[in-house]
């Protein structure tokens, strides 16, 4: 089989579905028009359509971003015990693990471009043509290790998929060294995008040397908390396979995440009250409110009670084994991570600003569209990658190829 009969055939599978598919493309294709129609309007007015002001500067864009770098890196915990320790019932579903780190790859750089001003500028941080000021700033970096992640990812899942698609095992001379390159590849995301902030000595909130770590420990959760419910998912819509044991053990290994991020933010929590410099202020603004300022404090309790909660459930074997715990579990580390990586990292490092001023930011209309329209893309780049690479993992593609292709692509699934 060759390039195009792969293109071809895989369009095949993409264009074929019943209702429920087609139902759900339509749903993403709709929100995207709806949050695209918004990007214009943005695009055309400028950023004062957002709540974004001279105060906070970041807000909903980058704190969606921060998490989708996590969700992405999190591809790491199928990719290592499927790749360094050969562990089956995970080797057999890692595939999905890059499928989504492609996605909120694609994803992470949909809400940088969404942040920027003038996106038309975008060229100045394209290595050799624009002046990304390398190695001296650190967003150069992120601009170059989200891209390798990327690319990473891109080249192992077309291989895999191609050879599957040819009744053919995948190179390991190829793959191997590619997929053990994107495990630091991911550590790097992360690590590089929590230096953008840590990085920054006026915003002491971030100014913290814990909060690579942070970062880390909290994108080991809330990726495989994704990972969890998408497999569910998968296995009620199609007809693929995936193990109670490669779930448990996504599970167990969330549990020992959370304990270290709630680890740490006690550990910054003792730091901060303990000296009471003041630089307390931003916990006390997102943890008590100041001056009758409380817009974040619901959300700070949010993110915390969920994460305890979520850790509780996980930590012991009955609850993360049960499918209502376990789901529970997945939705309460969702949103603890997810209000974190937002509500609690972006917005509490500028209030009160600088001047002392504060301004409580919530997002507008035009920016719950856009984001919705990026999720959307996310979701459907993760939707068409699906839809080509479970046929072969479960053996459909065998009922329309060739009986070449046929004897051996069912060896696809643990190739990948």
């Not at 293109?7 to 209702?19: E, H, N, P, Q, Y």
């Not at 595939?95 to 969404?114: P, T, Y």
């Not at 191609?162 to 550590?187: F, K, T």
Request: net charge neutral.
């Amino acid at each position: 089989m060759g390039p195009a009969k792969f293109i071809t055939t895989s369009a095949r599978f993409v264009l074929s579905g019943g209702l429920a598919y087609w139902l759900w493309i339509g749903l993403l294709l709709a929100l995207v028009v709806w949050g695209g129609m918004a990007y214009v309007d943005q695009f055309q007015s400028g950023l004062i359509v957002t709540n974004m002001r001279d105060q906070v500067s970041w807000a909903f864009y980058i704190g969606n971003f921060t998490f989708l770098v996590g969700v992405a890196a999190a591809a790491v915990v199928l990719v290592i015990p499927a790749y360094v320790y050969q562990w089956g019932p995970i080797k057999e579903v890692a595939i999905l693990g890059e499928i989504l780190a492609i996605s909120a790859i694609v994803m992470c750089l949909l809400f940088v471009v969404a942040d920027m001003g003038h996106p038309e500028r975008f060229w100045h941080l394209v290595p050799i043509i624009g002046n990304m000021n390398f190695p001296s700033a650190v967003l150069a970096w992120d601009v170059l290790v989200l891209n390798l992640y990327l690319v990473l990812n891109v080249v192992v899942v077309v291989h895999i998929l191609y050879r599957g698609m040819q009744g053919r095992h995948y190179n390991p001379n190829l793959v191997v060294p590619l997929v053990l390159l994107s495990i630091p590849a991911a550590v790097g995301i992360h690590t590089v995008t929590a230096f953008i902030y840590a990085g920054l000595p006026g915003r002491p909130y971030w100014n913290a040397s814990i909060l690579a770590p942070r970062f880390l420990c909290s994108a080991f959760c809330s990726g495989p908390a994704v990972m969890l419910v998408l497999f569910q998912i998968l296995q009620r819509t199609t007809k693929i396979a995936i193990k109670d044991a490669a779930i448990w053990k996504v599970a167990e290994l969330m549990a020992y995440a959370m304990f270290l991020n709630l680890f740490l933010l006690g550990a910054e929590l003792f730091k901060e009250y303990y000296s009471a410099t003041e630089h307390l202020i931003h916990f006390e603004y997102l943890f008590k409110g100041i001056h009758g300022h409380t817009a974040l404090v619901p959300y700070a309790w949010a993110y915390v009670i969920c994460g305890v909660g979520a850790f509780l459930l996980f930590l012991f074997p009955a609850t993360r084994k049960n499918i209502i715990t376990l789901n529970l579990g997945c939705l309460m580390i969702y949103a603890s991570v997810y209000i974190e990586k937002g509500m609690g990292l972006v917005m509490p490092a500028f209030t009160p600003d600088t001047l002392g001023e504060i301004y409580e930011y919530t997002p507008t209309l035009h920016e719950l569209r856009i984001g919705a329209a990026i999720f959307s893309i996310g979701f459907l780049v993760f939707t068409i990658l699906c839809r080509i690479a479970i046929p072969i993992m479960t053996g459909e593609f065998t009922k329309v190829e060739t009986p070449a292709t046929s004897r051996a692509s069912a060896r696809v699934a643990s190739a990948a």
